[in-house]
């Protein structure tokens, strides 16, 4: 099975920082990864397929590069409503794993 | 509008059953493959299992494999996950959620349902 490392785990910004997480891959899965972001109580929303392309409706200011096994998921200039849970997830094969997370919280 | 609406959760004893359903609206249930995810109280995702949109091919994480059972009724535009031999580590919230490509397994995509609560204790 592929393990997903993600860091940091929690991270602390001010709004308009630019914050950058990052996952790895223990083995190479091309650009078959998901970011999501999980505010609490509520289901993931996907972010970021195929590495780096931006979901449909989702600002601008999110983005993600990478592949092979490093990838980055980039907010250019956090704001408030970006507290939240990010994941990596791959799909490259089954089963699909996720990373354990990054808490989002504002300075 | 697509829509996932999960139910069947609650509180079970160690080693009982639970049917968790997913009613889909909003697309062409059979077109896409569906995936079941799940969180633990205070964790991580953990993907659990996932079926093909014919329900031709189903696929299971290690921890339930032998114990879930995947299926799904295109007639109803329904999922379902069959869950026996509960134990404690299955407590968590149970998303149901639409797949990124069409009928084939790839992964979840946008798509999820609220989720419902399992929990397994005595």
């Known amino acids: 099975d592929i393990q997903m490392t993600q860091s940091p785990s929690s991270l602390s910004a001010s709004v308009g920082d630019r914050v950058t997480i990052t996952c790895q891959a223990s083995q190479d899965i091309s650009n078959y990864l998901n970011w999501y972001q999980q505010k609490p109580g509520k289901a993931p929303k996907l972010l970021i397929y195929?590495?780096?392309n931006l979901e449909t409706g989702v600002p601008s200011r999110f983005s993600g590069s990478g592949s092979g096994t490093d990838f980055t998921f980039t907010i250019s200039s956090l704001q408030p409503e970006d507290i939240a849970t990010y994941y990596c997830?791959?799909?490259?094969?089954?089963?699909?794993?996720f990373g354990q997370g990054t808490k989002l919280e504002i300075k | 509008e697509v829509q996932l609406l999960e139910s069947g959760g609650g509180l079970v004893q160690p080693g009982g059953s639970l049917r968790l359903s997913c009613a889909a609206s909003?697309?062409?249930?059979?077109?896409?493959?569906m995936s079941w995810v799940r969180q633990a109280p205070g964790k991580g995702l953990e993907w659990v299992s996932a079926i093909s949109g014919s329900g031709g091919s189903t696929y299971y994480a290690d921890s339930v494999k032998g114990r879930f059972t995947i299926s799904r009724d295109n007639s109803k535009n329904t999922l379902y996950l069959q869950m026996n031999s509960l134990r404690a580590e299955d407590t968590a919230v149970y998303y149901c959620?639409?797949?990124?490509?069409?009928?084939?397994?790839?992964?979840?995509?946008?798509?999820w349902g609220q989720g419902t609560l399992v929990t397994v204790s005595s």
């Open positions: 997830q791959q799909y490259d094969n089954l089963p699909c794993s």
């Open positions: 909003g697309f062409t249930f059979s077109s896409y493959a």
């Open positions: 959620a639409k797949d990124l490509g069409g009928t084939t397994v790839v992964t979840p995509g946008m798509d």
């Open positions: 195929d590495a780096s």
